[in-house]
């Protein structure tokens, strides 16, 4: 089981940037991956920065411009977000998978992000 609590949301206007937290109740050592995803009203969740086998990849319309970090000391991943876009609007959250005899995921309450002036 892993619990995971995210923080950090909130309004910012165009250009400006913002650092979501998400601390999970283990080790991330423990943790096969950790993502960030994302859902705008009326869209589907989407995949916005994983870690994988210490690899970071980004989906193309963030990159450049997250940045996707970890504290393993205090079993914390940080999204850092820079130039925000009225786009990046959504509920923000963190995943976690550990795969053991398949594959679970457990996920963050969520964090709304607001881009607007």
């Known amino acids: 089981q892993v619990q995971l609590v995210e923080s950090g949301g909130g309004l910012v206007q165009p250009g400006g940037s913002l650092r979501l937290s998400c601390e999970a109740s283990?080790?991330?050592?423990?943790?096969?991956?950790m993502g960030w995803y994302r859902q705008a009203p009326g869209k589907e969740r989407e995949l916005v920065a994983v870690?994988?086998?210490?690899?970071?990849n980004y989906a193309d319309s963030v990159k450049g411009r997250f940045t996707f970090s970890r504290d393993n000391a205090k079993n914390t991943v940080y999204l850092e977000m820079n130039s925000l876009q009225s786009e990046d609007t959504a509920v923000y959250y963190c995943?976690?998978?550990?795969?053991?005899?398949?594959?679970?995921?457990?996920w963050g309450q969520g964090t709304q992000v607001t881009v607007s002036s």
């Open positions: 995943n976690a998978k550990i795969i053991s005899d398949g594959v679970r995921n457990y």
């Open positions: 283990r080790s991330i050592f423990s943790i096969d991956v």
């Open positions: 870690i994988l086998t210490g690899e970071t």
